[in-house]
C-alpha cells in the first residue's frame, strides 16, 4: 500500500511559468517532509524540505506548502527554467529514530520548454 | 569532495551469481541507507543504518544482507542474484543539520 503518492507522472510547462507539483501522504504520524530533484545518472538531490509544525517553506524560486488535514504537499516553481527540467520526488520521514528512513513517492517527471 | 561515493557504477551478473556494491561516505554521519529505483516505483528502502554495528531491515530486504563495521562503509550484498533485483541502487547518508546526501548510483542488470 503506496503511502506517498505522487499521482502526476509528468507535468510538462512552459519557460518562466508556475510549476506545481502534488503529493499525498497517508500517515499522519510523517513529521518532516522533503523534495528532491533527480536528473538521469545521478543520485537525488536535496531541493527544499518542511517539518509539520510549519505550512508553507520558501527558498528562491521554490516554495513547499503543506496542508497536514488533508495530507497534502506541494512544490510551486516559479518562474520555472529549463534547467528544472529533471524527475521530482516528495519524500517523507517519520522522525524519532527514524531519520534513516525516507518514504518516497513515485516521482514526477517535470518538462520545461523554452 | 565530501559525499557518497557508490562502487561501481554498472554491473551485469548472472542469475545467481553474487556481489556487494559498495558505499563510503566520509561526512561521519551515522545514518546510512540502501535504496532500490524502479520505473513508477520510486525509491525503495532496502535496509539501514543508525550507526556502527546497527542494522535494520526496509521495505524490501530480501534477497540482501548488509553490515556495518565502521561509520564510513555500509556495503550490500546480493548473495544469489535474480532478474527481479535488476534496478538502480543508490545509497544515502544522513547527518543531524546536514540533510542527506545521495551516491550518483549503481545500475546492476542481472540477466
Known amino acids: 500500500d503506496q503511502q506517498v503518492k505522487q499521482n502526476s507522472p509528468s507535468l510538462s510547462v512552459q519557460e518562466g511559468r508556475i510549476s506545481i507539483l502534488n503529493c499525498d501522504y497517508t500517515?499522519?504520524?510523517?513529521?518532516?517532509f522533503l523534495w528532491y530533484k533527480k536528473y538521469p545518472a545521478e543520485g537525488p538531490t536535496f531541493l527544499i524540505s518542511?517539518?509539520?509544525?510549519?505550512d508553507k517553506n520558501e527558498d528562491g524560486r521554490f516554495t513547499v506548502f503543506l496542508n497536514k488535514s488533508a495530507k497534502h504537499l506541494s512544490l510551486h516553481i516559479v518562474p520555472s527554467q529549463p534547467g528544472d527540467s529533471a524527475v521530482y520526488f516528495c519524500?517523507?520521514?517519520?522522525?524519532?529514530?527514524?531519520?534513516?528512513?525516507?518514504?518516497f513517492g513515485q516521482g514526477t517527471i517535470l518538462t520545461v520548454h523554452p | 569532495n565530501a559525499g557518497v561515493t557508490q562502487t561501481p557504477k554498472f554491473q551485469v551478473l548472472k542469475t545467481g551469481q553474487s556481489m556487494t556494491l559498495q558505499c563510503a561516505q566520509d561526512?561521519?554521519?551515522?545514518?546510512m541507507s540502501w535504496y532500490r529505483q524502479d520505473p513508477g516505483m520510486g525509491l525503495r528502502l532496502i535496509h539501514y543504518?543508525?550507526?556502527?554495528?546497527?542494522?535494520d531491515q526496509g521495505e524490501v530486504p530480501n534477497g540482501y544482507n548488509v553490515s556495518r563495521s565502521t561509520t564510513e562503509d555500509f556495503p550490500l550484498r546480493l548473495l544469489s542474484a535474480a532478474p527481479s533485483q535488476t534496478s538502480v541502487y543508490f545509497c544515502?547518508?544522513?547527518?543531524?543539520?546536514?540533510?542527506?546526501?545521495f551516491g550518483s548510483g549503481t545500475r546492476l542488470t542481472v540477466v
Open positions: 519524500a517523507v520521514n517519520a522522525g524519532g529514530t527514524s531519520y534513516g528512513k525516507l518514504t
Open positions: 500517515n499522519s504520524m510523517f513529521d518532516y
Open positions: 518542511i517539518s509539520s509544525i510549519k
Open positions: 561526512m561521519n554521519h551515522e545514518y
Open positions: 543504518s543508525v550507526g556502527a554495528g546497527i542494522t
Open positions: 544515502a547518508s544522513y547527518g543531524l543539520g546536514e540533510g542527506y546526501t
